[in-house]
């Protein structure tokens, strides 16, 4: 009965699809577009009917029918680079790689101390995983050999059936297997050789040993920093001794998800890698230009009817992730051409079946896609975001993009002015910002207000011009005003909202904080400095908090021993500005009385800890700096990448 | 011991400034007993030294057996149960802590504590039911909360104990608990009181102390005795016999914000307002009240400034101060300040020479 309709439903469909065909045709945007719409529609219908054929064989298919036609396989596996000529990816990665890929190749099997490990990182689609396997494939007599994880025991299947499955930790598992390739370098590797060997035109001509490249695709993920030392660790000594080339892809995810904070594991990773002797390659987010080009060579071979504005609109919100991007492309496609086709709510009865299971398998998915389908009917409806990846921002290069105060040059002014109606001072004119509004700039880096306002106010002096002091005074004069109104923020809210019911003036209160900050540092910052590298600081604010705490601790727990003496307590502040100063004098000669020696040594003790506290207090701000700075370096590179889009459209 | 606490007078009638306050507070209490109080004043004009004698004026030597306790006070409030670490100091009439030291979980101690006193009341000889003083420090800090359940907690447990309250301005106490007290005001001694009290301690401690040295420091303490008594002390260990033109220690925070002063005075640009932003952290870790730095602060540029700024400048002082009681980290206030008098002393500067 259920295979019967279903049968049904691939038929009717077809002819839906072909009304559609006819219908959609008067909103397609030129003739040309229409064109390529209705072949593809034939197509279309030779897939489907032929999946409804298989279908009537393969009677446990079920369920999965309609998203089974044949040219679903994703794009991204269809479209994958094959060649160099292929790849996006900046030319010169691709060239690190491949050198060492030919020297560490030349020199393999002797034994030498590290260069070994090519280490990969980079953010999710940067192309890693693409230019490694097409490198290999340019390389005729090198393999890859890929590590496949084991399927992990869950440690509740453990608990559950303890007897049978013993628990092994992934990263363990991964630790043995690192220390298994280390000391039996050949044994897997020659033997998979020796059964390729056989059929491989490459042994009759006279080739007898073909390269291993190790392809180490997937770090455990680790909790806690006593697993992370200890996988470090191990990838460290491995990274000395292994005696064939290895290379280890490490995304770089976590500053995507959290938006601050450096990804500790990656750059541990990294860090462990590197001081066993292994190159690093790091891979920036593929541009847009450079994933609009991809996009573009896609949709002429896949004869997709989407306009050039999609197109580019999907190439921008992928925030640099190719794949993405890719995937974007082909359900926007897919979508316009059969999914749209077949959901007709007004039409016939059966249809309503086919949704409701799909429903039942993949919650929320159905409702997106109506939603899409109702946009890409527009087709003009470029601000939904759906489909398309939330963007997201480091904290630094939000904080980069409102210092460095782009505007839109005298070039551009013209059509920024005409906007204004009314005539402002010379003075109170600025160019029109160029870049996103910098309210969304907070709510990207996925910041508190007071957080940003103590970013910004730690570092607006560096991006000021020398003779802007002027500049500064109006900036420091919104960053008072931003403080009053943080103040009315609850303590235990964090900026992020979950209902419209949350909303109150606390909150409004942070968000125009935040809005003020931003942008009085962009209007203030009239005189900006000459471009230049400049490394961005963690406030101090916060720690001068917590010394101030402390100190006001010491100070209260000496006040126990005047008091004693004059029979009253003194404020910490009568102690600090009146008592410890004159403390200090008078303590420096020996005085009789106990209790008076008590005072001088604690006024010496007085003097070391101030001296201790602000020297740890400068080792806490080194600290603090080099890690922003490795941060920071990322931000800049993709900074650099940006402005290397012209070269890349050349290349 | 120091000389601060060596020649405080312990009985009304022995206080050298503020004679006729000190007279008028002994036939407050002569009945047994008073309102609750509330002194306000500048720092070291003499109201810790009034309360201490008017305690002894109520009660007698034995409110001088005092007690210093560090204790963990337990609080429920509501579903929460917090913990806060307070220092007392406390003889069988008296209790004295800081209650700003609690930081924001101030108002739950300031209940918490007075009912904890209401719970014990001292008998008097007598037999009767009589009631114990709380005396509570630097009330303009606290919380407005906290102030708003002081209220409450004043008018609760007013027959059980009296309270002594004691701050520099009361205009940041609420207009509510300031009508409940008996408001004192405690003005700064003048300089003739200063030199007075000053020559007094050098009598007593046999010392020579020509009369121009004693208006130098009196001069220099800005109106605050306890400063001016701790400065003689200093100049004492620094150099004896005192001579007519001997320096006056003062505090090295003083000499660091007069390094600041020139530091801003001498170039205007975002890379000295950045050094100036370290040396200010500096004073506030080392616990210097950012009012007293932006005061500081003001009085140093002023010296340094032109008549025609003097006014803009003051305006900005006070409008920043403003804000720094507003908001919510002082160093934002004081920076715009600083930032502000850059700009327009550049301005000046321009303008002027060219």
Redesign the interface.
């Known amino acids: 009965m259920g295979k019967k309709r279903r049968h049904t439903f691939i038929f009717l469909s077809d002819d839906e699809d072909a009304d559609n065909a006819s219908r959609q045709q008067p909103a397609a945007d030129n003739g040309g577009a229409s064109q390529a719409s209705s072949t593809s529609f034939h197509s279309h219908i030779y897939h489907s009917e032929k999946c409804g054929l298989a279908k009537l064989e393969n009677v446990d298919f079920g369920v999965k029918c309609p998203t089974q036609f044949p040219d679903l396989q994703p794009w991204t596996d269809k479209y994958s680079p094959r060649e160099i000529s292929d790849l996006v990816v900046h030319a010169k990665k691709v060239a690190d790689v491949r050198e060492w890929m030919v020297t560490t190749l030349k020199t393999t099997g002797k034994p030498h101390d590290g260069g070994n490990v090519l280490l990969l990182s980079g953010p999710t689609g940067a192309g890693k995983t693409a230019v490694v396997h097409v490198l290999v494939n340019q390389f005729q007599e090198v393999e890859l050999c890929e590590w496949d994880p084991p399927v992990p025991t869950l440690w509740k299947e453990h608990l559950h059936v303890n007897a049978d499955i013993p628990y092994i930790s992934k990263v363990d598992q991964f630790i043995d297997f690192l220390s298994k390739v280390k000391k039996y370098s050949g044994l897997p590797l020659v033997r998979k050789l020796t059964n390729e060997g056989n059929r491989s035109p490459l042994l009759k001509s006279g080739l007898t040993r073909m390269h291993k490249v190790l392809l180490i695709d997937d770090l455990p993920v680790v909790h806690g920093r006593e697993l992370l030392n200890k996988l470090c660790h191990c990838l460290r000594n491995f990274a000395l001794s292994v005696q064939f080339p290895t290379i280890v892809i490490a995304t770089d995810f976590s500053e995507e998800e959290h938006g601050q904070g450096t990804s500790f594991l990656t750059v541990d990773v990294a860090e462990a890698l590197e001081s066993g002797g292994a190159k690093k390659v790091l891979f920036n987010p593929i541009t847009a230009n450079a994933v609009k080009k991809v996009l573009n060579k896609i949709v002429l071979a896949e004869n997709c009817s989407i306009s050039s504005e999609s197109v580019s609109f999907i190439a921008e919100s992928c925030g640099g992730d190719i794949r993405h991007a890719i995937n974007c492309l082909q359900f926007l496609c897919v979508g316009f051409n059969s999914v749209s086709g077949t959901w007709d709510p007004g039409g016939k009865n059966i249809l309503y079946e086919t949704p409701k299971r799909r429903r039942g398998l993949r919650n929320g998915t159905r409702n997106k896609s109506k939603r899409f389908i109702k946009c890409a009917a527009s087709a003009s409806d470029h601000t939904s975001s759906i489909g398309c990846r939330d963007g997201s921002l480091s904290l630094f290069h939000a904080l980069g993009k409102v210092l460095h105060n782009k505007r839109l040059t005298e070039n551009d002014k013209d059509s920024g002015k005409s906007n204004i109606s009314f005539i402002l001072k010379d003075e109170l004119q600025r160019h029109p910002l160029n870049m996103e509004a910098p309210e969304l700039l907070i709510s990207q880096a996925h910041v508190d207000a007071a957080s940003f306002l103590y970013f910004l106010h730690e570092n607006v002096l560096e991006f000021v011009d020398e003779e802007g002091i002027e500049d500064v005074s109006v900036a420091f004069t919104y960053f008072s005003d931003v403080d009053c109104l943080l103040k009315h923020k609850k303590p235990n809210t964090s900026g992020i909202l979950h209902t419209l019911d949350e909303i109150d003036s606390g909150h409004i209160a942070e968000a125009v904080a935040g809005s003020i900050a931003a942008r009085g540092a962009l209007f203030a910052n009239s005189h900006p400095s000459k471009p230049r590298w400049l490394s961005l600081r963690a406030p101090v604010v916060r720690q001068v908090d917590r010394l101030l705490n402390q100190k006001k601790a010491e100070l209260r727990a000496k006040s126990w021993r005047v008091s004693i003496d004059c029979s009253t307590m003194f404020t910490h502040n009568v102690q600090a500005t009146e008592l410890e100063p004159f403390y200090k004098h008078i303590g420096c000669t020996s005085f009789a009385t106990g209790q008076s020696a008590n005072i001088a040594d604690s006024s010496l003790s007085f003097v070391d800890n101030e001296l201790n506290s602000s020297l740890s207090f400068l080792q806490d701000e080194d600290l603090l700096s080099n890690i922003m700075a490795i941060d920071l370096s990322k931000a800049m590179d993709a900074d650099i990448m940006e402005k290397s889009d012209d070269e890349i459209e050349e290349w | ?2 000389w ?2 060596k020649y ?1 007078p312990h009985a009304l009638d022995k206080v050298m400034v503020h004679v006729e306050e000190a007279q008028q507070l002994k036939q407050l209490v002569a009945q047994g007993d008073c309102p609750h109080l509330l002194f306000y004043g500048p ?2 004009a003499g109201k ?1 030294t009034l ?2 004698a008017l305690l002894r004026e109520m009660y007698g030597a034995g409110a ?1 057996k ?1 007690k ?1 306790e ?1 204790k963990p006070w337990k609080i429920e409030a509501g579903t929460r149960k917090l913990e806060v670490e307070l ?1 007392t ?1 406390s003889s069988n009439y008296h209790v ?3 209650p ?2 609690a930081g ?1 979980q101030d108002r739950y101690v300031v209940q918490e504590i007075i009912k904890e006193m209401a719970k014990s009341r001292p008998l008097d000889v007598a037999g009767n039911k009589s009631f114990k003083v709380l005396v509570l ?2 009330v303009d800090r606290l919380s407005k909360e906290a102030q708003h359940s002081l209220r409450r907690t004043m008018e609760k447990y007013s027959s059980a104990c009296r309270l002594i309250l004691c701050c520099n301005s009361a205009s940041k106490v609420i207009e509510a608990v300031r009508s409940r007290c008996l408001n004192i005001r405690i003005s700064a001694p003048s300089k003739e009181e200063i030199v007075k009290v000053l020559q007094h301690v050098a009598k007593k401690e046999g010392l020579q102390l020509p009369l121009g040295f004693a208006a130098r420091i009196a001069l220099s303490s800005n109106r ?1 005795l ?2 001016a008594i ?2 003689l ?2 100049c004492k ?2 150099q004896y016999p005192f001579t007519e033109d001997q320096s006056v ?6 000499q660091y914000i007069v390094e600041i002063a020139s530091d801003i005075v001498n170039e ?4 000295r ?2 050094l100036v ?1 370290g040396k200010l ?2 004073l ?6 950012p009012e ?1 730095v932006l005061k500081r602060l003001l009085l140093e540029l002023m010296k340094k400034l032109d008549s025609e700024l003097k006014h803009e400048v003051c305006h900005w002082a006070a409008y ?1 101060e403003h ?1 720094m009681q ?4 002082a ?3 004081l ?2 300040f600083v ?2 008098f ?2 327009i002393y ?2 000046f500067l321009i303008a002027t020479f060219g």
């Open positions: 011991m120091l601060v606490d405080r720092s070291g810790k309360i201490i001088e005092i210093v560090n220092t100091i004295e802590l800081n700003s030291d924001f420090n630097e605050n306890r400063r701790l400065s002390e200093a260990v620094h220690q003062s505090a090295d925070w003083e205007q640009s975002p890379k307002l950045f932003r952290y500096e506030l870790v080392n616990c210097i009240p007293i920043y804000r507003r908001g919510q980290k160093i934002f206030h920076e715009a930032a502000k850059m700009s550049k301005r």
